[in-house]
């Protein structure tokens, strides 16, 4: 019995980590888009996790979970842009949603990649879209989210966010655990008020620079959060794994400035409620647009049983809208 849960731990790891590098490869993906068939049918896995490819979606999906009592997270989708168009177009976006979230009075976080709007182009293109989008939150008290993307970016993505919230203290930032750099980027970064997101990571990284899926990791984790308590940071807890979620919910975290757990749309929504249910603030990650491919290919990576799900939600016939699972009874 011992053997064969070491057989499937071992086949669930390499299942993610070839669904990871399938997600990375263009080609598959160009193949994907450009044919209707296998895009229709991903797109119905995908409408599990993704709210949709319109803002208009994203915003209808964000003011129900609002109504159940949750806070919210919108992330228009996209990552590594490499021309400078592409780069303009993601502020635009952007700086559309941030309006509309205004004008509306939704209460929430925009979240982004700072590669989707030009750190692979130019790092100062990358600031100066950032110091614009904050100028334009602080307008509307909306909170920014710069999301952490692969090692290699990390002391860019550091660098330019140090440079941001200098001016504009509404803008936070991710930090994943699994990386060895994290600690000390967290004694140097982390100060009263700081708005932080604790994330175990979800890029596959050298072992010489990152922990596997561990209890190491989850020791660091809560590691990271100590210190962001005791700092007196503004936290939000982003990982599904209820034990560890468990765990520091016991913690002594009236040092805080807040502490909220933000988990990711369609994932665990029965959690979500859950916690909820008990009181604790939950904050709902919800994404759109049309570079859901990638998205798609980690949240099954994350946890290779939901292709399973993505195959029945692929063949399935109509199905409950996601958000309706998230509806507190």
Not at 253 to 258: C, F, G, Q, Y
Request: with cysteine; charged share 25%; proline share 3%.
């Amino acid at each position: 019995m011992d053997q064969m849960r070491e057989r499937e731990q071992r086949l669930a790891t390499q299942a993610s980590a070839a669904l990871k590098a399938i997600a990375r490869r263009p080609d598959i993906k160009g193949y994907i888009e450009h044919n209707p068939s296998s895009y229709a049918l991903l797109q119905r896995a995908a409408a599990r996790y993704v709210t949709g490819e319109e803002r208009s979606q994203a915003l209808e999906v964000a003011n129900q979970l609002i109504d159940y009592g949750y806070a919210i997270s919108l992330e228009y989708i996209g990552e590594n842009t490499l021309s400078v168009a592409a780069c303009q177009q993601a502020q635009q976006e952007l700086i559309g949603l941030i309006l509309e979230m205004g004008q509306q009075r939704v209460r929430g976080r925009v979240s982004f990649d700072l590669s989707h709007i030009g750190l692979l182009v130019d790092r100062e293109l990358a600031l100066r879209h950032l110091l614009e989008l904050g100028e334009l939150s602080q307008r509307y008290t909306i909170e920014l989210f710069i999301s952490m993307e692969e090692s290699a970016k990390t002391e860019s993505i550091l660098e330019i966010y140090r440079q941001a919230v200098a001016i504009y203290p509404l803008i936070g930032i991710t930090l994943q655990a699994q990386l060895n750099r994290t600690s000390s980027d967290a004694l140097d970064m982390l100060a009263k008020d700081t708005r932080v997101r604790i994330v175990k990571g979800a890029y596959e990284e050298p072992d010489t620079i990152a922990l596997s899926r561990s209890a190491e990791l989850d020791q660091r984790y809560e590691e990271l959060f100590e210190l962001a308590v005791q700092r007196g940071c503004h936290i939000s807890i982003a990982t599904h794994d209820e034990a560890l979620i468990t765990r520091l919910l016991q913690y002594d975290s009236k040092e805080a400035a807040s502490v909220e757990l933000e988990l990711l749309y369609g994932i665990r929504p029965e959690l979500c409620v859950k916690l909820r249910e008990q009181g604790y603030p939950v904050r709902i990650y919800l994404t759109y647009g049309q570079e859901w491919y990638l998205y798609l290919c980690h949240r099954i990576a994350e946890y290779p049983p939901n292709l399973f799900q993505a195959l029945v939600d692929i063949v399935g016939g109509e199905r409950e809208a996601p958000v309706l699972q998230y509806h507190v009874t």
